[in-house]
Nanobody, 124 residues
Framework: QVQLVESGGGLVQAGGSLRLSCSAS????????MAWFRQAPGKGREFVAA????????YYANSVKGRFTISRDNAKNTVYLQMNSLKPEDTAVYYC?????????????????WGQGTQVTVSS
């Protein structure tokens, strides 16, 4: 059974930084991609970033490009989202997700597996 566990959320002032972690267990992930999504109150799910587990190729939403960096540690089965220059509009619950298809993650906003979410709040 696949499990995804996020950590690292919290409250930060605008301009600050946070690093989210997503630890995966339950299977091998070499053919998968992992992504971060977010959902703000009253808004729909938004793709943030994705990384292909094997190649390390990364993909970003325009709204976070240049500020957020997604990375992975294969030995720890963990994916990170380094968030810099945070803005109040980045406030949301952030979810990690796992799926074989980057396209499904990035375009369809769907995934086979989801974490429970971690709250990120950016104050102005």
């Amino acid at each position: 059974q696949v499990q995804l566990v996020e950590s690292g959320g919290g409250l930060v002032q605008a301009g600050g930084s946070l690093r989210l972690s997503c630890s995966a267990s339950g299977r091998t992930f070499s053919t998968y991609a992992m992504a971060w999504f977010r959902q703000a109150p009253g808004k729909g799910r938004e793709f943030v970033a994705a990384i292909a587990w094997r190649s390390g190729g990364s993909y970003y939403a325009n709204s976070v490009k240049g500020r957020f960096t997604i990375s992975r540690d294969n030995a720890k089965n963990t994916v990170y989202l380094q968030m810099n220059s945070l803005k109040p509009e980045d406030t949301a619950v952030y979810y990690c997700a796992l799926d074989p298809s980057v396209r499904r993650l990035q375009t369809d906003l769907e995934a086979d597996y989801w974490g429970q979410g971690t709250q990120v709040t950016v104050s102005s």
